[in-house]
């Protein structure tokens, strides 16, 4: 394992979201698109280098964005609190595609994205965190499909190169695990824990001498088919081989990463979202970046963002 890096990460953003989430890197327009999970809002900024181009849009919406993800041929697909939407264009009429099939008053929906099929799947968070009642959802033509369950918080949604391992992780339970993936059916098999985190120590709170290394969020995968896993509260990514080892640890600028994605002209460009959420003040004063989105140079590329089919 290399040793942990403090590495030139630039701000993309300036004015701090309250908790970004699910982006990607649209190459037709040169544009990172992410959501703001409490602020009920999708943004997007024009990216050239590491700096954002012109200022950030929003689309304000009438409920919390878990995920999103690019449709082929133009739009957004998106996985609100009620539901699956399509919209067209930017700040378009939604069309629902699917009610969500829980209730909405203590779950909603996560982590999401597109496999390379053009499905689109999308895990759920149980708000009170006191059972393990997420579960993950894949949609296509036919309609919803219940594929995965057990977990409290779904996050980590990734594929491998080859299109043929799917990775799922539960943040709670600081766990992420691995799927044999059929490339046609969707069928999951073969499941197995491809990394367990240390979990955080009773009584933790930010600043406490206490290591913590921090817990599971979203992830991306590069051309080499390695996972990188944004641990929240531990100010780091982890970079797995796809046997499940730490090749390196890299240091985040901000306490709370929630997910990084390849983008750039060459995929070398790493975005990490951040959140200040719940944070505490004396922490914020410290780092009044969190929230903010930040990008760096990597040497391997990562994999293109996979676009829904309808």
């Not at 954002?52 to 919406?61: D, I, N, R, S, T």
């Not at 982590?111 to 999308?122: E, I, K, L, V």
């Not at 896993?229 to 796809?242: N, V």
């Not at 994605?261 to 944070?279: A, E, M, N, V, Y």
Request: with cysteine.
């Amino acid at each position: 394992m290399t040793p942990l890096v403090s590495p030139d990460w630039q701000a993309v953003t300036t004015e701090p979201d309250g908790l970004s989430e699910s982006p990607f890197w649209h190459s037709g327009e040169s544009r990172l698109y992410w959501v703001d999970i409490p602020a009920r809002r999708i943004g997007r900024v024009a990216v050239l280098g590491l700096q954002a181009q012109g200022e950030v849009e929003y689309w304000p919406l009438a409920q919390e964005p878990g995920c999103i993800a690019p449709v082929q041929g133009g739009g957004l697909v998106m996985a609100l609190r009620d539901g699956i939407y399509l919209a067209r264009t930017w700040h378009g009429d939604l069309q629902q595609l699917t009610v969500a099939p829980y209730d909405s008053t203590r779950l909603r929906f996560n982590d999401g994205r597109c496999d390379p099929q053009g499905h689109f799947w999308a895990g759920t968070l149980y708000e009170p965190k006191d059972q393990p009642l997420g579960v993950l959802y894949r949609l296509n033509g036919h309609g919803l499909h219940r594929m995965l369950h057990g977990v409290t918080t779904a996050n980590g949604l990734a594929w491998s190169p080859d299109g043929r391992t799917l990775y799922w992780a539960d943040t709670a339970a600081h766990r992420v695990r691995a799927f044999d993936v059929d490339p046609v059916s969707g069928q999951l098999s073969g499941e197995r824990l491809f990394h367990q985190m240390t979990p955080k120590p009773t009584g933790w709170a930010w600043g406490d001498a206490a290591p913590y290394g921090g817990r599971p969020d979203g992830a991306a995968v590069d051309a080499e088919g390695a996972y990188w896993s944004a641990q929240y509260e531990g100010q780091r990514l982890l970079r797995l081989s796809s046997a499940g080892e730490v090749l390196a640890e890299v240091k985040t600028p901000v306490p709370c990463p929630t997910m990084p994605c390849f983008g750039g002209p060459d995929l070398k460009t790493l975005f990490i979202t951040t959140s200040r959420q719940g944070r505490s003040a004396a922490e914020l004063a410290q780092y009044p970046q969190a929230g903010c989105i930040f990008a760096l140079r990597v040497a391997v590329p990562g994999l293109a963002v996979n676009y829904f089919h309808g």
